[in-house]
């Protein structure tokens, strides 16, 4: 599909039948990083995009455009091409920045929002350990985020063996993955990215200001991982409580728990889209 400024964008959908759903994906992260979503009876009708200069999607003329704002136009560009006026939003990592900026332009169209391991804003702000300085965390996301151009490579391909590893070992008490080759497949998609360009969507994606979330008139489930350092839990939940009728939830796990734990991410879900009462599309 086109995007308002031009660029070309690449969609999926799922193909289902059910409650309309987009889904705000982390960086460079591919459809099998959702595996119940993939599935024919998941009760949704999913639709998503792969981020600008990933995955086949184009990169935009002007390379500035990649701002968490370039981004929700992109969203919309995929809800609009599903011919839904209204869907629940599933936003992960800095997702969830994207599927918000959406709802702040477009409250209308937004029955709902689940989002995992994100805030919406300031997203470095709450990289690291909880409790430290905020500058300080800043300061070292945005360093991780930069790092990634050189360290990338390798530590994709070898992220998913070392952490199955750590769990055969029982170390950091992460519940196994219920469907490794799906995790496998997600990996190998996700370490071929061009790196020097994903660091440059993770710095400007860090630039979102944080929210006023005072806009929201619709329900919102925060989902953080006990053992996430990529948003750690407390600040997830400390935004929960700026956001009007929203619940916050720990799931036991680190930044990818959409790998690690699908089936109670989609319970969850499946709550919210009943709490929307947005019939099946």
């Not at 059910?18 to 599935?39: D, K, M, Q, T, Y």
């Not at 477009?106 to 300085?133: D, N």
């Not at 519940?175 to 990215?193: N, Y």
Request: with cysteine; proline share 9%.
């Amino acid at each position: 599909m086109t995007s308002r400024d031009g660029t070309g964008v690449r969609t999926w959908t799922n193909g289902a039948v059910g409650v309309p759903l987009v889904i705000s994906n982390g960086f460079g992260a591919p459809p099998a990083a959702w595996p119940r979503l993939a599935e024919a009876d998941c009760g949704f009708r999913a639709v998503s995009w792969w981020h600008r200069g990933l995955g086949g999607s184009e990169r935009p003329d002007d390379p500035t455009r990649i701002r968490v704002e370039d981004h929700a136009a992109d969203l919309e560009t995929t809800m609009d091409a599903a011919g839904f006026e209204r869907a629940v939003l599933l936003g992960w990592s800095f997702g969830v920045n994207v599927a918000f900026e959406f709802a702040r332009a477009h409250p209308q169209r937004v029955a709902g929002i689940l989002g995992v391991g994100g805030v919406p804003g300031a997203s470095f702000r709450a990289f690291g350990p909880p409790g430290l300085w905020g500058a300080w965390r800043e300061g070292a996301g945005r360093s991780a985020a930069w790092l990634l151009r050189l360290v990338g490579p390798p530590a994709a391909a070898l992220a998913f063996p070392v952490v199955e590893c750590a769990r055969a070992l029982g170390v950091g008490h992460v519940p196994p993955l219920p469907d490794p080759g799906s995790s496998a497949a997600a990996v190998r998609q996700f370490a071929a990215h061009p790196w020097s360009w994903y660091s440059d969507l993770l710095l400007a994606a860090g630039d979102h200001a944080a929210m006023n979330t005072g806009f929201v008139s619709f329900p919102v489930t925060l989902v953080g991982g006990t053992l996430d350092i990529g948003a750690a839990a407390p600040d997830v939940r400390a935004a929960t409580k700026t956001i009007p009728q929203a619940r916050f939830v720990p799931l036991v796990g680190t930044h990818f728990l959409p790998l690690e734990q699908p089936d109670r991410l989609h319970q969850e879900l499946v709550a919210l889209a009943e709490r929307t009462g947005l019939p099946r599309a």
